[in-house]
């Protein structure tokens, strides 16, 4: 049986006190709440008997508090005509260079509390907080390029043109719990830097974190331009969105929450939608596929932080000619991998953050079960109070539940097939289209499905696992998936639009225009080259 206490904790990941999140963040002050706290606890217990610990609380914070926060963000946005959407780039960078600089201090605080809140191990939340650094550093620099390329004027038909990217105004930021820094930056960080203002309410687990940062976003950003809120979701967006004064509602997480959201807003259509949304990606196995690489690609797929990615593949399509042979090695594979805390050395599997998932994945392999399918390993299914461990399902077949839903927990189905249009068809059918891992190695074979499978998903992932990064590359989705595509590069689009002044070309306006440019008065009109 698994263990799911600790008895001895390293004296750097201690909790030795509940911590107090007294502050939130409003028109540039960190207002003390003296209303109800909502607790918070993580699964990982620290007692001999199993018991969850708490962390400390949060403020939970009313409709009027996050109207106050939607008021702050307009003012500083101020009808376009506010000291930040109007700052030069270079100021607005200079602004963002600061914060990343006083966020990198907090890095031992941010990663203790990402092992506890969300039980990730440390070397990925080690990575999780270097990886988010890094993204914005990748983000200034490739906004530097965006505006150098639009530093110029241009003409055509008599008219000459100054195009550049402006702001869309004020953005509601909802992060993810499973990557509550990083996925929630890749959001935040691109809609400021553009010269939005922004309300962020953090995510259900994962919200501790977020409070070591609250005085480097008021250190570094014009008063209002972040507004950092905590509480429960339906209290805080509902009234925001409902007040018609969003322009962008930016959020990582499910479909349903999102289309929620939208449907509060009395003009959708002029809200901007920035979406990464959940998903069901596949992996199909063909018979050639090295097994020794394919497995060991599936084993991180399926189970890096215990499945709880959308990135994660969630579902395995394997050639019955070899099904036999891979199911036995991936089931001792899974078998062998290290239950323990986030801080124990070579932990691949960690308690699980929600506190029902447990019974949520045993009702998926009960029915699975009950309708034909086995557990193919040892160890699949074993529960203590915070964890279960990965059960590999085979036969899976389509009237089950885990071929279904997006499980985004520690349950992998697999299913067999002898054409490769049973794979394809069940893609096509899916209400999701994020990406796909394709393991083979005929080029005659791969190359149609290559073609075919470019037009079901956004990202055809050839002999290795799904994934996000590099962050410089496209990271989107079809049908429920994603709206809108994040990257490094796209992301700083999706958060502007393109804007430009107009003149006809006559002597009038190239004087005017000659004195805009000599007189440097316009922030936006400007041929500087930023270095």
Known sequence: MITSTMLEIPEEFKITSPLK??????????????????????????????????????????????????????????????????????DRIACMEKFVSQMKTKRDEVVKLLMWEIGKNLPDSQKEFDRTVDYIYDTIEDYKQLDRDSAKFEKNDGVHAHIRRGPLGVVLCLGPYNYPLNETFTLLIPALIMGNTVIFKPAKH???????????FQNSFPKGVVNVVFGRGRVLATPIMQSGKIDVLALIGNSK???????????????RL?????????????????????????????????????TALKILYVHESIVDEFNKRFSEQVDALKFGNPWDSGAQLTPLPEKDKPEYIQELIDDAIEKGASILNQKGG????????????????????????????PVIPIVS?????????????????QQVSLFGKDVRTLAPLIDTLVNLVCRVNLNSSCQRGPDVYPFTGRKDSAVSTLSVHDALRAFSIRTFLASKDNDYNKAILKDLLNTKASNFISTDYIL
């Open 257 to 271: 929450s999102a289309n929620a959201l939208q449907e509060q807003h009395p003009k959708q259509n002029r809200l």
């Open 21 to 90: 999140q007294e502050n939130y963040l409003v028109s540039g002050e960190l207002k003390s709440w003296d209303g109800q706290f909502a607790n918070v606890y993580s699964t990982i217990s620290s007692t001999e008997d199993y018991k969850p610990t708490l962390l400390g609380s949060v403020p939970d914070l009313t409709e009027k508090e996050a109207l106050e926060a939607l008021d702050s963000a307009c003012l500083a946005y101020d009808k376009g005509q506010g000291l930040w959407p109007t700052m030069k780039v270079v």
């Open 417 to 433: 097939f002898s054409h490769i249009d049973e794979p394809l068809d069940d893609m096509a059918e899916s209400n999701y289209g």
């Open 206 to 216: 994962g919200v501790l974190l977020i409070g070591p940062l609250l005085e480097a």
């Open 382 to 409: 074993e529960t203590t109070n915070n964890f279960i461990f990965p059960a590999v399902l085979y036969p899976v077949t389509k009237d089950m539940r885990v071929f279904e839903e997006e499980q985004f927990g």
């Open 274 to 310: 920035v979406l990464g949304l959940e998903a069901k990606n596949p992996a199909i196995i063909l018979p050639d596929a090295d097994l020794d690489l394919t497995v060991k690609e599936c084993i991180s797929g399926t189970l890096s932080f215990n499945g709880q990615r959308c």
